[in-house]
């Protein structure tokens, strides 16, 4: 039985009480309504909850179909998710962060290849595939780097002409960190290691040591990451730590919200993070007038035509489990939220750019960023971390960047981490 596998793979996290970022549904309607069908969302992105709510309770006033919105805390979306899909009244739709995270909910997932959604896909790229069913649809396409408040970096005597590699970064980094008392400012936002922020190094930052040794290697995924440019990392890593607006042995008391503060307060340069950000820093009285997003770059590649790390890791999921007139209903919403000028309003503006034939254009800068960087022949960074084997091996790698940082662990820790974990972890997952 279904129910009886996940059980098995999340007792632990079912018996847990979930904490929520946010909840909410729409005021209308009832479970009979809208021919009995209604959506509950488990939302994957804090940062997007209120959006969620406002366009749940707007679909809701137009159509009469209930629509409940809630969005687990960061960090802890697959232990809410185990503990929901359970309940009688589980989520009718979910997310799964690509082949490694639909592993564990396969059985689960409705088969979308014949449903109105799938038909608004730009390609077929964009679904997931659980043999010759599609488990799940691509619902936004993001970038992250190194957002850059551009004002502060021409006060230090820079622009972003001047940062074309990790050299470049280095220099800029240290000379702003050498001057900071009289610049008023350092050169990075504190690197949070507590479950609000660490995503953005166990997983965002360790992309990129794992794309240059995928790309040398010309493959898309491994049972065994050699760890060729974990050299690099720490490199990039340590830029990060020494040069921020806390000292190292903080970091795990740090917060992503400390971090986004410390940026749109004028306290640091640079903050390594996603498109996904824009529409935050801008309500925090930013404009794009001293705002831009350039590459991370470690040392590795060719670094003068690298973009932005661009893709996806987010998929939406219907719940097969769900009944008949629940199904239809979260597929209504969501083709509603992928065709109407409200739903790709939304989208545009909160999630990033949608890979849908009636995808409204976006205002993000950081989305402008990436496109003018690939009009000019650069070359994105494409998302691998859908590859990495587990939610504990980025945990473990994470834990030893930590104690790196603190100073109660060594740099050989977060190699055994990456290495040995990557292939603990794969063959964990795969046995």
């Not at 993070?273 to 820093?281: A, C, D, H, Q, R």
Request: aromatic share 12%.
């Amino acid at each position: 039985m279904k129910r009886k596998k996940v059980l098995a793979l999340g007792l632990i996290a079912m018996m847990a009480a979930a904490t929520f970022a946010g909840c909410g549904s729409s005021a209308s309607g009832d479970s009979d309504s809208a021919e009995g069908g209604k959506v509950y969302y488990l939302n994957f992105k804090p940062e997007a909850d209120q959006a969620w709510q406002d366009i749940a309770k707007q679909y809701t006033e137009e159509t009469g179909v209930p629509v409940t919105v809630i969005t687990a805390a960061s960090g802890t979306y697959e232990e809410t998710l185990s503990s929901e899909i359970v309940k009688d009244e589980a989520p009718t739709l979910f997310q799964v962060n690509g082949p490694v995270g639909l592993a564990n909910w396969a059985d689960y997932c409705y088969d979308l290849k014949d449903s109105s959604l799938y038909k608004e896909l730009t390609s077929d790229s964009f679904a997931l595939y659980n043999e010759d069913q599609v488990a799940g649809i691509a619902y936004v396409i993001e970038s992250y780097g190194i957002i850059t408040n551009t004002k502060l970096l021409e006060q230090a005597g820079y622009t972003t002409d001047d940062i074309q590699s990790f050299d470049d970064l280095k220099k800029v980094a240290e000379d702003i960190t050498a001057r900071s008392s009289e610049l008023g400012f350092s050169a990075f936002t504190s690197a949070g290691m507590d479950g609000s922020s660490d995503w953005r190094f166990k997983t965002h930052l360790a992309n990129l040591p794992i794309y240059f040794e995928y790309q040398d290697k010309k493959i898309d995924t491994t049972d065994a990451i050699e760890g060729k440019y974990l050299d690099n990392y720490k490199n990039i890593w340590d830029l990060y730590i020494n040069n921020a607006t806390c000292k190292p042995a903080d970091l795990a008391g740090k917060t992503g919200d400390d971090a986004e503060n410390e940026f749109a307060e004028g306290k640091a340069v640079f903050f390594q993070n996603g498109s996904w950000e824009y529409k935050n820093l801008t309500d925090k009285g930013m404009t794009d007038d001293e705002l831009a997003m350039i590459p991370i770059y470690i040392g590795a590649g060719d670094e003068a035509n690298q973009g932005l790390c661009t893709g996806t890791e987010n998929y939406w999921c219907v719940n097969s489990e769900a009944s008949e007139e629940d199904i239809q209903a979260t597929i209504d919403f969501l083709t509603w939220m992928v065709t109407s000028d409200a739903g790709t309003k939304m989208l545009s503006e909160n999630i990033g750019v949608i890979p849908f034939k009636n995808a409204a254009d976006t205002n993000n800068l950081f989305v402008l960023n990436d496109r003018a960087y690939t009009e000019a022949g650069k070359t994105p960074v494409s998302w691998n971390f859908t590859t990495m084997p587990s939610e504990e091996w980025k945990n473990g790698v994470g834990s030893a960047l930590t104690a790196y940082a603190a100073g109660t662990g060594s740099w050989d820790d977060v190699v055994t981490a990456f290495v040995d974990g990557w292939a603990s972890e794969y063959a964990a997952a795969n046995n």
